[in-house]
């Protein structure tokens, strides 16, 4: 067993962290799992031998320093990190107040860099590990009414993803930014995603979005979260793993459709763009 890795998984209590938690343990990988209550994940595991669940407050950078401090005093290393916690965010970015907006952005963006900030200085120290930060397909495609905010925050996930990829390759760490599609969890479910505390009337798109992804995709979703954690797994023994790893078809359609439409618009206003320069005959 002590040859497996050691995980470091946040946000384990339910969704995709708790279905990759189960697997890692079932495959006897020694997994840190933290959540904002250590009682939810010991009642969805129990005891287990190579069990390390933690309770953190991943917006709390002491919080979270104490908490990889005893993970490495546990295990004595982590091999992978899954930047996992978050929660979803809607409403239109009129109707959001600065509270709900700044809260989101704190639990997506600062509680994963918090994460990234004490357990950096680890894997740059023994020249190895994976980071894999969970953003959503959301963080590539953000034209979906009431939803601004939260893609915002994941487009942000996407954003530093890059940046510590190239930050972390001399180290011999990889990182990798996940782009899941709709995965069939409690993610959409009253009680996970949060709504606007003060509506306006006059948004109807919004409403007609959020109740579509509460009341005809929950429990509907095409992707099964079981798979998603078989592929994290497999994706973490790869030698050179992906910068981008996009889960499921509907996420690689809704790329795909993406890309072809930004590379239309950026041909369309060419002229525009290239328009700004110097002109060297003047010079």
């Known amino acids: 067993m002590k040859s497996q890795k050691v995980w470091f998984v946040t946000g384990a209590s339910k969704g995709l962290g708790l279905s990759l938690v189960k697997e890692l343990l079932a495959q006897d990988y020694l997994v840190v799992a933290t959540s904002r209550t250590k009682r939810s994940l010991e009642n969805e595991i129990g005891e287990v031998e190579n069990f390390l669940p933690l309770e953190v407050d991943i917006t709390d950078d002491k919080d979270v320093a104490r908490a990889v401090l005893s993970a490495i005093d546990y295990f004595g290393r982590i091999d992978v990190l899954v930047n996992n916690a978050g929660y979803g965010q809607t409403g239109a970015l009129e109707e959001l107040s600065e509270s709900e907006t700044r809260r989101n952005f704190e639990v997506n963006v600062f509680g994963s860099l918090n994460v990234i900030r004490h357990i950096a200085p680890h894997m740059r120290g023994q020249q190895s590990g994976h980071m894999f930060n969970i953003a959503s397909i959301g963080g590539l495609v953000g034209n979906y009414p009431a939803f601004g905010v939260y893609c915002s925050t994941k487009f942000a996930v996407a954003g530093f993803s890059e940046a510590l990829a190239t930050e972390m ?115």
């Open 169 to 283: 390759e001399p180290f011999g760490v990889h990182t990798t930014v996940v782009y899941p599609g709709y995965f069939r969890t409690d993610f959409l479910s009253e009680g996970s995603l949060q709504t606007a505390a003060n509506p306006i009337a006059s948004y109807i798109t919004a409403r007609e979005s959020e109740a579509t992804h509460q009341h005809e995709i929950n429990g509907n979703q095409v992707n099964d979260p079981q798979k998603a954690a078989t592929l994290l797994i497999e994706v973490s023994k790869l030698q050179e793993p992906p910068v981008h790893l996009l889960m499921g078809q509907d996420a690689y359609e809704l790329a795909k459709n993406k890309i072809n439409m930004l590379t239309a618009e950026i041909e369309k206003w060419k002229s525009y763009t290239i328009s700004t320069g110097f002109d060297k005959s003047a010079e």
